[in-house]
């Protein structure tokens, strides 16, 4: 899968190009290309499985997904093409690479904490009772489910509109991003609630068809219910 990394780093340069344009359906949409073509990949498997019964899964669903990734770098050249946007690059020192370099800082920062604290919580779930690290990663999968599909989705539209070139008074532009955070907050205080009153419920309603045993099942259910207070965070 490591082509995949290549892939997916240049859609995601690509899909930033597009918002800053105002286009928003090719780089959602490419995003579920990825799930189609591990679908797919596992249907080969199983319709010509004698045919196929020398090659690994791990392999087949290995397919799948530099598949997807291809799909959607294609995909996403097509749109740019359309916006007459040049493909190849250039290495003029121009300074708003510098500038835009410089804005990544504390989101790399904040993503790196976010792994470290992956790593930490996964280690001490070792030291813990059979099914600690299982019950960590279905609960933490729950809690980065709103998150992508709210706060994620509502940044991606706003936060370009938000820095439109004739937008040229921060007042106005302090205003949008409090406009932003009301309607974040209006979506994800509701989910936060009903998260941390019935944990349970979700666990059930998502991961009940999975073969979970009622050990993993209160594990899961407690780590959701506290994880359910960073949703906010």
């Not at 290549?6 to 995601?12: Q, Y």
């Not at 995003?31 to 990949?41: E, G, R």
């Not at 205003?175 to 941390?196: D, F, H, K």
Request: proline share 6%; aromatic share 12%; charged share 10%.
């Amino acid at each position: 899968c490591f082509p995949f990394l290549f892939f997916i780093a240049c859609v995601a340069c690509f899909m930033g190009i597009q918002n800053i344009r105002g286009r928003f359906w090719i780089p959602s949409f490419s995003s579920t290309l990825l799930n189609w073509t591990m679908i797919i990949s596992v249907g080969v498997g199983v319709c010509w499985g004698k045919a196929v019964a020398d090659i690994p899964w791990a392999f087949i669903l290995s397919a799948g997904v530099v598949s997807g990734g291809v799909a959607q770098f294609l995909l996403n050249i097509l749109e740019l093409r359309q916006l007459n946007v040049p493909l190849l690059p250039t290495f003029h020192g121009h300074p708003g690479v510098k500038k835009t370099l410089f804005l990544m800082l504390p989101s790399v920062l904040a993503l790196a904490s976010l792994e470290l604290n992956l790593f930490v919580t996964t280690i001490f779930g070792s030291y813990l009772e059979p099914g600690s690290i299982s019950a960590l990663y279905y609960s933490s999968r729950l809690v980065e489910f709103p998150l992508g599909v709210v706060a994620v989705s509502i940044a991606v539209v706003l936060l370009p509109r938000a820095q439109l070139p004739g937008i040229s008074d921060p007042g106005h532009r302090e205003g949008n991003a409090g406009v932003m955070l009301l309607r974040t907050l209006y979506v994800l205080l509701p989910i936060t609630v009903a998260t941390y009153v019935a944990p349970d419920l979700w666990v059930k309603l998502i991961f009940v068809y999975v073969v979970f045993d009622q050990s993993i099942f209160q594990l899961t259910a407690l780590r959701l219910k506290w994880g359910a207070l960073s949703i906010l965070g």
